[in-house]
């Protein structure tokens, strides 16, 4: 297996988890009566799961380096609870798969500006016609997806 392949197995698996972590922290917020709790479950979870990698891959040493890493970088641990979040919250009255089609829009959107102006210390990759392209053939079928409602 190829690296590009097994990584692009590694984002497939990733990226099927995405509706099933919104279908089922979305039923498990229902059943607490509160999205914030499921949220609070869903990262001790995670916390205890990325602790045990941790672990097991760099050491619990590398925390000391994370003082020193610049402070927007921590934005991300605000962008994944807004997700879980809003997810959990949207998905029991919008439909997860409504959900999750908006939230592949604005991934693709957002990945799209990243690549293209190198944001966050990405590599560049430029905005094609066919890659926009692409971002509109998406949006169109979000459209399509919502007039089947």
Do not use: C, E
């Not at 921590?74 to 919008?94: C, D, E, H, N, Q």
């Not at 693709?108 to 500006?113: E, G, N, Q, R, T």
Request: glycine share 10%; charged share 5%; net charge positive.
């Amino acid at each position: 297996m190829t690296p590009t392949t097994f990584y692009a197995s590694i984002m497939l698996a990733a990226g099927i988890g995405i509706p099933v972590l919104a279908a089922l922290n979305a039923r498990l917020g229902q059943h607490l009566g509160s999205p914030a709790a499921a949220g609070f479950i869903l990262f001790i979870v995670a916390l205890s799961a990325t602790t045990l990698v941790m672990i097991l891959t760099a050491g619990p040493s590398v925390l000391k380096l994370a003082p020193s890493a610049p402070k927007h970088l921590f934005m991300a641990g605000l962008l994944v609870a807004f997700y879980l979040l809003s997810i959990t919250w949207i998905a029991p009255k919008f439909g997860v798969g409504n959900a999750v089609f908006f939230v592949l829009l604005g991934q693709m959107i957002s990945a799209a500006a990243i690549d293209h102006w190198g944001l966050f210390g990405a590599q560049i990759s430029p905005l094609t016609f066919t890659r926009a392209l692409g971002v509109a053939t998406m949006a169109a079928g979000v459209w399509i997806t919502q007039l089947a409602r």
